[in-house]
């Protein structure tokens, strides 16, 4: 395995004032950390405010060739093993949680960090979807196992309205603070599109399936039937993507009142 390196910079617990003086101030500048890993598994580096030198944070821990991946706002990150995933908290190097996917290559966070979305090669026992959406409660230590064959997947959008309260109930039954609310079938995982598009309020996300585009409510994905609210039918569709939602500011606001 070669060595390679992640990086995010922290700015939990950053309260220093602004320098006056307009000099570099290592103690004003948020934490730089790394993720190394090497042939013997991967360790946290994290920088030391007043040195500015960098100090191992942890252990070096076994993971699988696939990739170390960071929340979008560096909050967090996962480590992908051969059984599943690890889920860490970026500042202080803790495990979180761990959720069973076995093989699992490639994941990524919603923007909100409410959802993980893992993925693995699709294999001829898959029934339901090699791609699942996990919603999962950083808040709560806990461990989830892969999803029963009951868990919501494409063919159950198929299915008749009326069964929401059912879902729901199935839903509540997951272990833990995780659960796999979500599954799709994906040909191969793009790095550079993520399979699941969540707009940055995690209301909606959209996906591409052969011949059309499927706008989902994020909100209701654990429901069996009704969640898509929109389809857009577009003959060898390549990708999609989710357009930022526009925020006004509050200059902008107080101007208009």
């Keep these: 395995m070669s060595s390679s390196s992640s990086s995010t910079r922290s700015n ?6 602004s320098n006056k003086g307009g ?3 290592t103690e004003q500048l948020p934490g730089l950390q790394l993720i190394i890993r090497e ?10 405010r007043k040195s500015g030198k960098l100090q191992q944070q942890s252990a070096t821990k076994a993971c699988s060739d696939a990739d170390i991946v960071f929340s979008d706002d560096g909050e967090y990150f996962a480590v992908l093993l051969e059984e599943g995933m690890e889920i860490y908290e970026s500042f202080g190097g803790r495990k979180l949680c761990y959720l069973e996917h076995f093989r699992v290559r490639n994941v990524y966070f919603s923007p909100n960090n409410t959802y993980i979305v893992s993925y693995h090669h699709r294999r001829a026992t898959d029934k339901h979807g090699n791609c699942w959406v ?3 409660d950083p808040s709560s230590d806990s461990n ?11 063919a159950s959008n198929g299915n008749a309205e009326g069964e929401e309260g059912n879902d729901e109930q199935k839903s509540s039954k997951a272990q833990g603070g995780s659960r796999v609310v979500f599954q799709f079938f994906l040909p191969e995982f793009d790095k550079k599109r993520r399979p699941l598009q969540f707009s940055d309020d995690e209301f909606v996300a959209a996906r591409i399936t052969r011949n059309a585009v499927l706008v989902h409510d994020a909100r209701r994905l654990h429901y069996k039937s009704n969640n898509i609210i929109g389809k857009l039918d577009v003959v060898n569709v390549a990708s ?3 357009a930022p939602c526009q925020q006004k500011s509050s200059s902008s606001s107080s101007q208009g009142q």
């Design 12 to 17: 939990k617990g950053n309260k220093n004032k």
């Design 23 to 25: 000099g570099a101030n």
């Design 39 to 48: 042939k013997g598994g991967w360790r946290l580096m994290k920088q030391d």
């Design 134 to 136: 996990w919603k999962w």
């Design 144 to 154: 989830a196992s892969a999803p029963a064959a009951a868990a919501n997947d494409d």
């Design 240 to 242: 999609v993507v989710v």
